[in-house]
């Protein structure tokens, strides 16, 4: 349930009556509409707003405002309100980027802001967006936020930030390159004319030219300054008097001015002003529970009409605030006259806000009134609202000003708070976990402990082992995980979907990265049944994406494929928009049609999920769309592209707690093995530190398969029996534990190479016994990479096969796709090169033996120039040569040609 | 040599030696104008001092670099012109 958005924050002012006409500054704002940012930075009282409203009012774009305040810190709060206030210019605009924020699982900052980007672009018409008060904004991550949104700004949408204090963005950057347009102090500041017009014309003060001068040069053009003495010398008759008493005095121009507006005021408006000081917002109700009077809105409609430094926040004159600088001056009073009266008015405030549903309002007045308890209490009720609402800041920023001891008494804020602590600092949190189990387990004393919430004590303990079941995982403590997520399903209640879905997704997990991959499907599914029962529909289609892997990891390739059709149709039925992780299954499933031989089919889920852009799929997931196209560009032979789109996977790669299963490092240690470069993969098998010996476990059984491909091909090369021996074992090894977990995919692949290293020690029988095994596992699936992947030495052996009457249909069908695969050069270390030539490398090396210049072959090859000469330069260097001549002669040498 | 110079080097940087890094420092804020002393609590205690020239010094102990920034920032917000920040010696 997300935090209620307050309307307030999101009015654009309207233009005030009685104003100076600023025709050149609204021309510079005018043409800032060209650049990318527009940025007013001056202090308090210098006319920002004031002169954005007027502008925004003649401009001919629609504009959104979004007046921000401390608690957009928060970064998900930040990103709400940003989405509320874009959806004033057009209903349903980043509805994509609100629902990714409803998500209980936090999604990086940047999809979210992708998705919203994207969403904008959809915008037809141009609009301008008013960040107002941006310096109250401290968070790094706002920043960053802010930054990426200029940086990837859509054209339709103008960007201006009014601060106190310059952002911090990379403005020396957008200034050199002419995308900033900026007014600051020194521009707003009234010109003497302005201030004459302001004085006497708006103002109808009558002065002379000396006196505008005095008072002009006194406040130094500062508006609020030049306001502020208006306002005193109305229905003055001694107007002089005032100007030489205040041009001769030192006093800092806000106080004095301050004093002499107030002065002025009955008695009844001065308490009213000083003891509504201390709220942000003030409507007519909320000052009467404050005054304890009945003339609220009277008295803020009065003050309105006199000037007197009040803002409405609606059309409907129901909320207000004061001027800052106003508001500030007047609470500094208030301190100092009547210092004992603060708390008693904030705990006012903070009853109102309770009773009219604004909680965080009430949390914080209530802070302030230093009420702890009644903050705590406040704080225990909406705990679960907020951090499901994902405003982990915001909670955590009212956790950490109550005192310890209010914590310590409250079982439901201490687990509360250590399941957010334990997300970014483990050891802090699980200390706050430790002391809020012996408050339930009874071991602290049971008088002092607090709860108002019996309701969400009920699930506490739960929610406690699901904390615990977090923390183990995130050690890798997999049996404790398991233990405590167990526990937490046998303790939380049925009526609780949402804690026992996040209970049994943290157990799938769990069992997946242990390799029991049968346990961790039926939790998954589970966890995310009980998540859409609790409302969470965001989650299916991830969730899919995971059980498909699981299916696969398990070789059955049929039913992954039977998830993501069903999935893919269900999203595509669901909703015009394409619902976040869509992206993600087409790249699923191009796995799946790739593994079934249907190169084309995978490219073209490749390709769609492409044309979804980044917004489509989960951040996490981005890597898998480089690793999945890597796959088919091995298949196609061109091991080099394969290399780079591998490196672009591992930039975008993001730890989740997905287990990794197929590291990204041992992926390319594949495609060097397949180059022949033999020292890059052992370097890759020491720095990982596996051996033969290894004990074997799930998560590093991709690293030990890879590890015995280092060792069978390093047996090719060099010979030694050791080599092929300790492959076998390894393999014998892996075989056992992959038939124990049920991972038929892995049984299937470490067959095949158990055939592979059979061939290789020139025991054929063995071979083609493990062979029959794989195919049988295989064929009901449609498996086709798994083998022909595998190269000239796998075709040798199926055509044995085939000789020999085993699986007849499937060998023939697997034969045929190999002839889509160039046969000679790729993964067959010839023996008198060192280094082998790519399939690639040899095909550019036929074209050039037939005279076809570098033009020509990048022009046949579909191949930018540059790539062809790089690999010119890599078949130079395999061969030893230092011309083209050269290299074609070496190679019908070598027999390559 | 070098080892003495980069002692003298440190010393020198934590000041007198009279007071550790623990200890507060003692900041100099000068503002354009005269504060009224009722402001004293809103600067978190800092001492106010009125300046002949019409400046006011606000004078204390800050805690760390945040908690000075957080007076700095008290001094933006109400629009007055800063004209200087100093670490001075304890009284």
């Given at each position: 349930?997300?935090?209620?958005?307050?309307?307030?924050?999101?009015?654009?002012?309207?233009?005030?009556?009685?104003?100076?006409?600023?025709?050149?500054?609204?021309?510079?704002?005018?043409?800032?509409?060209?650049?990318?940012?527009?940025?007013?930075?001056?202090?308090?009282?210098?006319?920002?707003?004031?002169?954005?409203?007027?502008?925004?009012?003649?401009?001919?774009?629609?504009?959104?405002?979004?007046?921000?305040?401390?608690?957009?810190?928060?970064?998900?709060?930040?990103?709400?309100?940003?989405?509320?206030?874009?959806?004033?210019?057009?209903?349903?605009?980043?509805?994509?980027?609100?629902?990714?924020?409803?998500?209980?699982?936090?999604?990086?900052?940047?999809?979210?802001?992708?998705?919203?980007?994207?969403?904008?672009?959809?915008?037809?018409?141009?609009?301008?967006?008013?960040?107002?008060?941006?310096?109250?904004?401290?968070?790094?991550?706002?920043?960053?936020?802010?930054?990426?949104?200029?940086?990837?700004?859509?054209?339709?949408?103008?960007?201006?930030?009014?601060?106190?204090?310059?952002?911090?963005?990379?403005?020396?950057?957008?200034?050199?390159?002419?995308?900033?347009?900026?007014?600051?102090?020194?521009?707003?500041?009234?010109?003497?004319?302005?201030?004459?017009?302001?004085?006497?014309?708006?103002?109808?003060?009558?002065?002379?030219?000396?006196?505008?001068?005095?008072?002009?040069?006194?406040?130094?053009?500062?508006?609020?300054?030049?306001?502020?003495?208006?306002?005193?010398?109305?229905?003055?008759?001694?107007?002089?008097?005032?100007?030489?008493?205040?041009?001769?005095?030192?006093?800092?121009?806000?106080?004095?001015?301050?004093?002499?507006?107030?002065?002025?005021?009955?008695?009844?408006?001065?308490?009213?002003?000083?003891?509504?000081?201390?709220?942000?917002?003030?409507?007519?109700?909320?000052?009467?529970?404050?005054?304890?009077?009945?003339?609220?809105?009277?008295?803020?409609?009065?003050?309105?009409?006199?000037?007197?430094?009040?803002?409405?926040?609606?059309?409907?004159?129901?909320?207000?605030?004061?001027?800052?600088?106003?508001?500030?001056?007047?609470?500094?009073?208030?301190?100092?006259?009547?210092?004992?009266?603060?708390?008693?008015?904030?705990?006012?405030?903070?009853?109102?806000?309770?009773?009219?549903?604004?909680?965080?309002?009430?949390?914080?007045?209530?802070?302030?009134?230093?009420?702890?308890?009644?903050?705590?209490?406040?704080?225990e009720l909406s705990a679960r609202a907020t951090l499901m609402g994902r405003q982990e800041e915001t909670f955590m920023g009212w956790l950490r000003a109550l005192p310890d001891e209010e914590v310590h008494r409250r079982p439901v804020l201490g687990v509360y708070y250590a399941l957010a602590l334990v997300s970014h600092d483990l050891e802090t949190g699980e200390a706050r976990l430790r002391d809020a189990e012996r408050l339930l387990d009874g071991t602290a004393h049971a008088n002092e402990v607090v709860v108002v919430?019996?309701?969400?004590?009920?699930?506490?303990?739960?929610?406690?082992?699901?904390?615990?079941?977090?923390?183990?995982?995130?050690?890798?403590?997999?049996?404790?995980?398991?233990?405590?997520?167990?526990?937490?399903?046998?303790?939380?209640?049925?009526?609780?979907?949402?804690?026992?879905?996040?209970?049994?997704?943290?157990?799938?997990?769990?069992?997946?990265?242990?390799?029991?991959?049968?346990?961790?499907?039926?939790?998954?599914?589970?966890?995310?049944?009980?998540?859409?029962?609790?409302?969470?529909?965001?989650?299916?289609?991830?969730?899919?994406?995971?059980?498909?892997?699981?299916?696969?990891?398990?070789?059955?390739?049929?039913?992954?494929?039977?998830?993501?059709?069903?999935?893919?149709?269900?999203?595509?039925?669901?909703?015009?928009?394409?619902?976040?992780?869509?992206?993600?299954?087409?790249?699923?499933?191009?796995?799946?049609?790739?593994?079934?031989?249907?190169?084309?089919?995978?490219?073209?889920?490749?390709?769609?999920?492409?044309?979804?852009?980044?917004?489509?799929?989960?951040?996490?997931?981005?890597?898998?769309?480089?690793?999945?196209?890597?796959?088919?560009?091995?298949?196609?032979?061109?091991?080099?592209?394969?290399?780079?789109?591998?490196?672009?996977?591992?930039?975008?790669?993001?730890?989740?707690?997905?287990?990794?299963?197929?590291?990204?490092?041992?992926?390319?240690?594949?495609?060097?093995?397949?180059?022949?470069?033999?020292?890059?993969?052992?370097?890759?098998?020491?720095?990982?530190?596996?051996?033969?010996?290894?004990?074997?476990?799930?998560?590093?059984?991709?690293?030990?398969?890879?590890?015995?491909?280092?060792?069978?091909?390093?047996?090719?090369?060099?010979?030694?029996?050791?080599?092929?021996?300790?492959?076998?074992?390894?393999?014998?090894?892996?075989?056992?534990?992959?038939?124990?977990?049920?991972?038929?995919?892995?049984?299937?692949?470490?067959?095949?190479?158990?055939?592979?290293?059979?061939?290789?020690?020139?025991?054929?029988?063995?071979?083609?016994?493990?062979?029959?095994?794989?195919?049988?596992?295989?064929?009901?699936?449609?498996?086709?990479?798994?083998?022909?992947?595998?190269?000239?030495?796998?075709?040798?052996?199926?055509?044995?096969?085939?000789?020999?009457?085993?699986?007849?249909?499937?060998?023939?069908?697997?034969?045929?796709?190999?002839?889509?695969?160039?046969?000679?050069?790729?993964?067959?270390?010839?023996?008198?090169?060192?280094?082998?030539?790519?399939?690639?490398?040899?095909?550019?090396?036929?074209?050039?033996?037939?005279?076809?210049?570098?033009?020509?072959?990048?022009?046949?090859?579909?191949?930018?120039?540059?790539?062809?000469?790089?690999?010119?330069?890599?078949?130079?260097?395999?061969?030893?040569?230092?011309?083209?001549?050269?290299?074609?002669?070496?190679?019908?040498?070598?027999?390559?040609? | 040599?070098?080892?003495?110079?980069?002692?003298?080097?440190?010393?020198?940087?934590?000041?007198?030696?009279?007071?550790?890094?623990?200890?507060?420092?003692?900041?100099?804020?000068?503002?354009?104008?005269?504060?009224?002393?009722?402001?004293?609590?809103?600067?978190?205690?800092?001492?106010?001092?009125?300046?002949?020239?019409?400046?006011?010094?606000?004078?204390?102990?800050?805690?760390?670099?945040?908690?000075?920034?957080?007076?700095?920032?008290?001094?933006?917000?109400?629009?007055?012109?800063?004209?200087?920040?100093?670490?001075?010696?304890?009284?």
């Amino acid at each position: 349930m997300p935090a209620p958005i307050l309307a307030t924050k999101l009015y654009v002012p309207p233009p005030r009556t009685e104003v100076v006409p600023r025709p050149c500054l609204i021309r510079h704002l005018n043409e800032g509409l060209r650049r990318k940012l527009t940025l007013i930075s001056a202090p308090a009282g210098f006319g920002k707003s004031t002169l954005l409203s007027e502008w925004l009012a003649g401009c001919e774009w629609p504009a959104a405002w979004l007046s921000l305040d401390k608690g957009d810190n928060d970064p998900t709060r930040f990103l709400a309100y940003l989405v509320a206030v874009l959806q004033t210019i057009e209903t349903g605009m980043g509805a994509g980027a609100q629902s990714l924020l409803q998500s209980p699982q936090p999604l990086p900052t940047e999809s979210l802001l992708t998705a919203l980007l994207n969403e904008i672009s959809t915008v037809q018409e141009d609009f301008v967006l008013v960040l107002d008060d941006y310096h109250v904004i401290e968070a790094g991550a706002v920043d960053e936020a802010l930054a990426f949104l200029i940086d990837h700004r859509p054209p339709q949408m103008h960007l201006v930030i009014a601060t106190r204090e310059d952002p911090q963005l990379p403005l020396a950057r957008l200034r050199a390159r002419g995308q900033l347009a900026e007014l600051r102090a020194a521009d707003l500041r009234f010109t003497p004319n302005e201030a004459a017009m302001f004085l006497n014309e708006v103002m109808g003060l009558g002065l002379s030219v000396e006196e505008v001068g005095a008072l002009e040069y006194r406040t130094e053009g500062w508006i609020a300054g030049l306001q502020l003495a208006a306002l005193s010398m109305q229905g003055r008759r001694d107007t002089t008097g005032f100007v030489q008493a205040f041009t001769g005095s030192h006093r800092f121009v806000l106080d004095y001015l301050v004093e002499e507006v107030l002065q002025r005021q009955p008695d009844r408006v001065r308490t009213f002003l000083l003891q509504t000081s201390i709220l942000d917002r003030l409507s007519g109700p909320l000052c009467d529970a404050v005054t304890g009077l009945e003339d609220g809105s009277r008295t803020l409609e009065a003050l309105e009409r006199g000037n007197l430094f009040v803002v409405p926040l609606d059309d409907e004159r129901r909320w207000y605030r004061y001027h800052h600088l106003f508001a500030e001056a007047l609470y500094v009073r208030l301190m100092s006259e009547q210092p004992d009266q603060a708390p008693t008015l904030h705990r006012r405030a903070s009853e109102w806000y309770e009773h009219n549903g604004l909680p965080s309002e009430a949390i914080r007045h209530a802070l302030a009134a230093g009420d702890f308890g009644r903050a705590a209490a406040l704080i225990e009720l909406s705990a679960r609202a907020t951090l499901m609402g994902r405003q982990e800041e915001t909670f955590m920023g009212w956790l950490r000003a109550l005192p310890d001891e209010e914590v310590h008494r409250r079982p439901v804020l201490g687990v509360y708070y250590a399941l957010a602590l334990v997300s970014h600092d483990l050891e802090t949190g699980e200390a706050r976990l430790r002391d809020a189990e012996r408050l339930l387990d009874g071991t602290a004393h049971a008088n002092e402990v607090v709860v108002v919430d019996e309701e969400e004590f009920r699930a506490l303990p739960g929610i406690a082992a699901i904390t615990r079941a977090y923390h183990a995982g995130a050690l890798g403590d997999v049996s404790g995980s398991v233990r405590h997520a167990r526990r937490a399903l046998d303790l939380l209640p049925e009526d609780e979907p949402l804690w026992r879905g996040a209970a049994a997704s943290l157990l799938g997990l769990a069992h997946w990265a242990d390799g029991d991959l049968e346990a961790a499907y039926r939790f998954i599914a589970d966890g995310m049944e009980s998540l859409r029962m609790a409302g969470d529909a965001t989650q299916s289609l991830s969730g899919a994406f995971i059980l498909a892997d699981i299916r696969t990891a398990q070789g059955r390739l049929r039913e992954a494929e039977r998830i993501y059709e069903r999935a893919l149709k269900l999203a595509e039925d669901h909703d015009e928009n394409a619902p976040p992780g869509l992206a993600d299954l087409y790249v699923g499933m191009a796995e799946v049609r790739l593994e079934r031989g249907d190169l084309e089919a995978a490219s073209r889920c490749l390709q769609k999920s492409g044309e979804l852009g980044e917004r489509g799929g989960i951040s996490e997931n981005r890597y898998r769309w480089y690793v999945a196209k890597s796959r088919i560009e091995r298949a196609r032979g061109d091991l080099d592209a394969a290399l780079d789109l591998l490196d672009e996977a591992q930039r975008v790669y993001v730890r989740s707690p997905d287990p990794e299963t197929r590291p990204i490092s041992a992926l390319k240690t594949r495609v060097w093995i397949r180059q022949g470069r033999l020292d890059e993969a052992s370097d890759w098998a020491r720095e990982r530190g596996l051996s033969d010996r290894d004990d074997l476990a799930y998560l590093r059984e991709f690293e030990h398969i890879t590890l015995v491909r280092v060792l069978i091909a390093r047996y090719k090369n060099e010979r030694k029996e050791h080599l092929v021996r300790n492959a076998t074992e390894l393999l014998d090894r892996l075989l056992e534990a992959a038939e124990k977990g049920r991972r038929t995919g892995s049984v299937v692949e470490i067959l095949v190479l158990k055939a592979l290293a059979s061939q290789a020690g020139d025991d054929v029988p063995d071979a083609l016994a493990c062979l029959a095994r794989a195919l049988a596992l295989a064929e009901p699936e449609g498996y086709i990479r798994t083998f022909v992947d595998e190269g000239v030495p796998m075709a040798r052996l199926l055509t044995e096969a085939a000789n020999r009457g085993i699986a007849p249909v499937y060998t023939e069908k697997l034969l045929a796709a190999f002839d889509s695969v160039p046969r000679r050069g790729e993964g067959e270390s010839h023996p008198s090169l060192a280094e082998p030539l790519s399939g690639r490398e040899l095909e550019v090396l036929r074209l050039i033996a037939r005279g076809l210049s570098n033009r020509e072959i990048s022009e046949r090859l579909f191949l930018a120039v540059i790539t062809v000469k790089g690999h010119n330069r890599n078949i130079f260097r395999k061969l030893g040569v230092r011309r083209r001549t050269e290299a074609v002669a070496r190679a019908r040498e070598l027999g390559l040609l | 040599m070098t080892a003495r110079k980069r002692r003298g080097a440190m010393s020198g940087k934590s000041g007198s030696g009279t007071h550790g890094p623990n200890q507060p420092m003692v900041y100099e804020i000068r503002v354009n104008g005269h504060l009224d002393r009722r402001w004293t609590d809103w600067f978190g205690g800092m001492t106010i001092t009125l300046e002949e020239n019409g400046d006011t010094l606000l004078t204390g102990p800050v805690v760390d670099q945040a908690a000075l920034y957080g007076l700095l920032r008290k001094v933006r917000d109400l629009g007055m012109p800063l004209i200087s920040a100093t670490r001075v010696e304890p009284p």
